[in-house]
């Protein structure tokens, strides 16, 4: 995570963008994206069958939270596709 961090600071910089404080908050915002997405999986597998083996229990987990992960990331990725065209100061 620190590395993909790190390379998108230095790829920005490499490609000469401006920096500005959005840059500031970026790590923080796609690290509660990801958080938000274990959550969705963690709550998955606490609603599977425990008398099932491991394996079935997490791929049923998968299944049932890969659709709200899904819509989630397309809804962000809408949202990020908007806010492109929006003036920061």
């Known amino acids: 995570i620190v590395a993909a ?3 998108g600071y230095g790829l920005s910089m490499w490609l000469q963008f401006e920096y500005t404080p959005v840059h500031s ?5 796609i690290i509660g994206i990801g958080v938000d ?4 999986i963690m709550n998955a597998l606490d609603r599977t069958d425990p008398t099932k ?8 987990a998968l299944s049932h939270a890969g659709v709200s992960i899904m819509v989630t990331s397309l809804t962000d990725f809408v949202a990020f596709a908007i806010s492109v065209s929006s003036a920061l100061p």
């Not at 997405?37 to 969705?40: G, K, L």
């Not at 083996?53 to 049923?60: D, K, N, W």
């Open 53 to 60: 083996p491991v394996r079935e229990r997490i791929a049923s």
């Open 37 to 40: 997405d274990s959550f969705v």
């Open 5 to 7: 961090g790190v390379a």
């Open 25 to 29: 908050v970026l790590p923080f915002v």
